[in-house]
């Protein structure tokens, strides 16, 4: 014979496990029904594709007459931060010139980081040789000045202005003539016309 703590005790399993079973069923005939994942099928190739893995950047070099600046396009590899893209275009910019123009930025000089704030200016910080080994002069400074921050304001619509650091830290001026304490806005008026 059973005791009645013991018959209790088995009707509220049967009970909770009843309940369960119920729930089960119930809650999987109301699912929502979830389709089979589509297999990938990748994009037939035609001659008008449209490169997504690179994008052109327009970069800034002292003209054959180092006056003005002129651009040159190149192309760097997308990324998933605009941030990485400015750095990339940037770089570009310290590799020089490819077709004619002369450099704006010493050979040796490395960019250390870039990053921007909310209200649009970017930090661009450079190691020290930016500013011992420039060659100096008010045009060269101008020139170098502008050739990074018209580079980035006219290829990141994120970018208002430029910072121009050495070694993380502000700068009064570059090579003894510009005043570097603020943000530089762009100047295409140094651009020569095509």
Do not use: C
Request: charged fraction near 20%.
């Amino acid at each position: 014979m059973v005791s009645p703590g013991l018959r209790r005790f088995l009707g509220l399993l049967l009970l909770v496990l009843g309940t369960g079973v119920v729930g089960f069923l119930l809650g999987r005939a109301w699912a929502p029904h979830v389709p089979a994942p589509v297999p990938h099928i990748p994009p037939v190739e035609d001659g008008n594709a449209v490169d997504t893995t690179t994008r052109p950047v327009r970069l800034f070099f002292a003209g054959p007459s180092a006056d003005k600046l002129q651009e040159e396009e190149r192309t760097i590899p997308r990324t998933a931060s605009f941030v990485q893209e400015a750095k990339r275009a940037v770089e570009e910019l310290i590799k020089g010139p490819q077709n004619g123009l002369n450099p704006t930025i010493p050979p040796g000089v490395k960019l250390r980081q870039l990053y921007v704030d909310g209200r649009g200016i970017a930090y661009v910080d450079f190691t020290r040789n930016l500013q011992t080994t420039h060659p100096g002069g008010s045009g060269g400074e101008l020139l170098t000045i502008y050739s990074i921050v018209d580079t980035l304001t006219a290829n990141f619509d994120e970018i208002q202005r430029v910072k121009i650091l050495v070694e993380g830290s502000e700068i009064l001026t570059l090579a003894g003539h510009i005043d570097a304490r603020h943000p530089f806005k762009p100047r295409y008026s140094l651009e020569r016309i095509r």
